[in-house]
Every structure is written in C-alpha cells, then in structure tokens.
T-cell receptor, first 112, second 115 residues
C-alpha cells in the first residue's frame, strides 16, 4: 500500500462550483498535513497547513483532517478560473524526520 | 515571504556532460532539498541537507551528488548526464522550527533536458 494516495484526476468543474480534493494515507505516525498548489511551469506553493484533526479555514479554502480514517481533504468554495492548477497533498511525521511524503497531485480545471 | 531562487528556468545539456543546478534561499533556513518531478511519478526526493556541509540521500540519489558550502546555497550535480535525467528539478527549503514540522518552500523549478 502506498503511503499517500491521491486521485490524479483530471477534475473539470464550472466556475462557482464547490471542489473537493482528497488524499488517504497509511502511516498513523503522520501528524502534519499540507496542501500545495502548483500552477503550470511553476513550483508548488504552500496553500494550507494543519496538524490536528478537524477543519481549518482560510478564505474560500478549507482543509479537513480525519486522523481516525487517515483521510484529508481540501475544499474550494466558489471556485474561480484562477484556481486551475495541480493540487498536491503533503504529509509529515514531524520531529527530526525531515521528509514530506507527497501525493502525486490532482489536476483541476475551473471553466468560466 | 520566503524566496527560493533556482538559477535557471530551462536548461538543455548533452549526455555525458557534468551539470550543475543551483538554488539559493534568503530565509536563513537550515534544511534544503532537491526533488525531481515527473508525470505520473510525482515529487521524488533526491538529496537533502539539514545544515551546511551536511547531506543525506533521499529516495533516488543514484547519478546525483550535492554540495552545501554556504547555508543559503544548495547545488545539485549530475555527474554524467543521461537522457533519463530529463525532468523538472525543484529545490525547497525549510526551518527545522522546534517540534513542529515546518512546511517546505519551493523554487519555480529548472526544466532540464538531456539530449
């Protein structure tokens, strides 16, 4: 079983739709959860970071973590064409372990 | 804002050449990373450095080496470039940040083609 699984999509939605992006993970030692957004021909940029179960909201974006199910989600409300990008989940176990484990990314297109 | 700068956006080299990719960060971060990103394979860690002159192999170090002589600069070296090293290379940095796992901050990548 892979450590982090992410549906690669592609996902295509109309402008204004609610988007749900998801990752599952297998290692219960994972404690820190991030979502990165990567535009075409650019590097990943940090979008959301959380380390506890529950929801974290930032504008139109909500990150949700369910540690009991080993499941994380990113919701985008009122999606815009400028949200079109690849979204990567990344998970870390913390402490002295420097490594992040990345999902392979979901390509999202928001159509005007 | 954290700034991670990679010296080249696009690079074309020939097989057998020694290739240097440079990365500079301006936030005094101890940790720096080199990844490659390929379609269908995602981000794969090549090497990381947790401090000056310190390095550890990542998941795919074969054919690569690194150098970290100054805190702000981390170089990736392809000793003898091969066509299977054609890829997008991404540099990242982070601060160890005590007990919290600090997120990594990425540069915009170098798209390297080996002919």
């Amino acid at each position: 079983q892979k450590e982090v699984e992410q549906d690669p999509g592609p996902l295509s939605v109309p402008e204004g739709a609610i988007v749900s992006l998801n990752c599952t993970y297998s290692n219960s030692a994972f404690q820190y959860f991030m979502w990165y957004r990567q535009y075409s021909r650019k590097g990943p940029e940090l979008l959301m970071y959380t380390y506890s179960s529950g929801n974290k909201e930032d504008g139109r974006f909500t990150a949700q973590v369910d540690k009991s199910s080993k499941y994380i989600s990113l919701f985008i409300r009122d999606s815009q064409p400028s949200d079109s990008a690849t979204y990567l989940c990344a998970i870390g176990s913390g402490g002295s372990n420097y490594k992040l484990t990345f999902g392979k990314g979901t390509l999202l297109t928001v159509n005007p | 804002d954290v700034k991670v700068t990679q010296s080249s956006r696009y690079l074309v080299k020939r097989t057998g050449e020694k290739v240097f990719l440079e990365c500079v960060q301006d936030m005094d971060h101890e940790n720096m990373f080199w990844y490659r990103q390929d379609p269908g394979l995602g981000l794969r860690l090549i090497y990381f450095s947790y401090d000056v002159k310190m390095k550890e192999k990542g998941d795919i170090p074969e054919g690569y080496s690194v150098s970290r002589e100054k805190k702000e600069r981390f170089s990736l070296i392809l000793e003898s470039a091969s066509t299977n090293q054609t890829s997008m290379y991404l540099c990242a940095s982070r601060s160890p940040g005590g007990t919290a796992h600090q997120p990594q901050h990425f540069g915009d990548g170098t798209r390297l083609s080996i002919l």
